[in-house]
């Protein structure tokens, strides 16, 4: 069965510092991974993905994601942050077994990222 | 959230009243989904559909019931049978199979609200 865990329900960082919020999964198979992040009342927007190929990915909005097999790790990364990168944030594995689960997305519960000024 | 609509943004429901939350997409997307926020539990599937006509129960479908009779509509009923229906409802769709398709785009939302 596929599922993801984010282990911090928080994370604080001071602007300008760099800022990892932390994914790890477990599927079957090989991975596809999501990010997306949340603003209050709002729907989830999309961030980046990793399908195959590098294991670094590059977003939006300067968002970076490392996939590491070995630690079965898919960390989102940001160099600077900034204080509008204040968002709650989702990592999510998507199902690629066969049949009528095919195509959906397993999330974890959420980080709550807060950069402060 | 461009290309996804949900109506409306906040709905009141009466204890015993079924209400329908409306989501529409205009992306051509043949896979569309409803999760259920609430906080600190991240997103649960409540339903989904990969094509018309055809819907499957996500983890926690009880209470709830969907149709899918085209392809740019997916209304989720939250029926009296759901007693705890209180949460952010989030409507997503995606292009459907294939390695480069799968990437779910979400709506805005629709707070529901216990009166």
């Known amino acids: 069965a596929q599922s993801v865990a984010q282990p911090e329900d928080q994370v604080n960082v001071a602007e300008g510092n760099p800022l990892t919020v932390k994914c790890t999964y477990s599927v079957s198979g090989n991975p596809y991974l999501f990010w997306y992040v949340q603003y209050p009342n709002r729907g989830l927007q999309f961030l980046l993905k990793y399908i195959t190929g590098d294991n670094l990915v590059k977003g939006s909005y300067g968002f970076e994601a490392e996939f590491n097999k070995s630690q079965t790790s898919f960390h989102l990364k940001k160099p600077s942050a900034l204080v509008s990168d204040s968002a709650l944030y989702f990592c999510?594995?998507?199902?690629?077994?066969?049949?009528?689960?095919?195509?959906?997305?397993?999330f974890g519960r959420g980080t709550q990222l807060t950069v402060w000024p | 959230d461009g290309g996804i609509t949900q109506s409306p943004k906040y709905l009141f429901r009466k204890e015993g009243q079924n209400v329908t939350l409306s989501c529409e997409q205009n992306?051509?997307?043949?896979?569309m989904y409803w999760y259920r926020q609430d906080p600190g539990q991240g997103l649960r599937l409540i339903y989904y559909?990969?094509?018309?006509?055809?819907?499957q129960k996500g983890d926690i479908a009880e209470g709830y019931s969907v149709s899918r009779e085209k392809k740019e509509s997916f209304p989720l009923t939250v029926t009296s049978a759901q007693k705890n229906p209180t949460a952010f409802y989030l409507c997503a769709s995606s292009r459907g199979e294939g390695p480069l398709q799968e990437t779910q785009y979400f709506g805005p939302g629709t707070r529901l609200l216990v009166l």
């Open positions: 559909s990969q094509i018309v006509n055809d819907f």
């Open positions: 992306l051509n997307h043949d896979a």
């Open positions: 999510a594995v998507r199902d690629m077994g066969g049949g009528s689960t095919l195509g959906r997305l397993y």
